[in-house]
Every structure is written in C-alpha cells, then in structure tokens.
C-alpha cells in the first residue's frame, strides 16, 4: 500500500512502517509532511537505525545531503515520557529544514499509538501541546492541512471524547484538521 491522496491510508502505512522497530508495548508517535506529494518517506523507515528516529535530518551521507521529512519520537515502555512531546521539541527545526529543501509543507500527519493525552500534567499534555504548536504556525501564516490519527483510544470514554473535540476545534481557529481515531496498523 504506497502512499496516495487518502490521507487515512497514509496515516495508517506510517504507523504500520514506524511499528517495525515496537519492541513489547512500548508507545510510539511519528510526524511526517506532505506524503501524497512525495509518496515516500526520506530516508526509508526501514533504512535508518532506531536511535536516529528522533533526528531532524541533515546528516550526510555520500556528499547528499538526507533530509528527513518524518519523525518518530524514541519508544518507551513505562513512565511515557510523552512521544509527541519529544517530536514537538525539535519541530520547529524540522519545520524549517523541510522547508528549505523542499518548500512550506502543506500538510502534516500525526499518527499516534495512543491517543494523544490530556492528562498527565506533570509532564504536560500532548493534545494541548499538539494544538497549541499548530496554533502558532497558523498565526505565522504558515498553513498546513493537518491529519491526526491513533489505533487506540483512551481506556476512559469521556478523556477520549474531550480529546477528540479539543483536537477537532482547531477547526474554530481555521486550521484545517482531520482527525482518524482507532486505526489499524495491523498487517
């Protein structure tokens, strides 16, 4: 399943292709610009080490420089360390290094394993900073279609219905959003 226009289908392949390096229940998170434009991912999720996952791109490899056009924040197993959080900590670098190679993006995916959360506020909460860095690149004029996306809601109904509207009343602040909850990466 290559990547295409259907921005379902897209968001699902890069959870499928970032779930390669899962090790047990570990969490999980990736971001990653313009996919139907560039139908694939650079580098290849499968041609880069774990450990580089996080990394914003400009390493250089046989005098070319290698931009990465997605992120995937490092795995965790217990006491998450909040995957979208450490993605969001370098976006605005990645931001720009895309943009110079390639021009302002025009759409961002988000797929998550988990539901972004709203809870823990000891180490913030992920929808809210999600939202809030989309709100400032709107302010900036910098407008980017947005797909969010996760396999598994929260196990409490009401969070996940409160995260889901959250994420969806971006839509009042004119960022176009589409949100894809409970996606199958199985395969």
Known sequence: MPYNTDPRNNLTLLGREAKLYRTGAEQFCVFAMDLEDHKALIPAVVSRPKEKCVRVGGEHSDKQPQVANWLASYWT???????????????????????????????LYIYSFLIPCQRDGSNGHCADAIADMLRGYQALGKNMRVYVGWSNDDVDTDMAHATKHALADLEDDDTQIAIFPRLSIAG
């Open 77 to 107: 197993m217990s006491q998450p360390r909040h995957t979208e959080q450490q993605v969001l900590a370098k976006f605005d670098k990645w931001y720009s290094r895309y943009a110079s190679t390639y021009g302002e993006p025009s759409t």
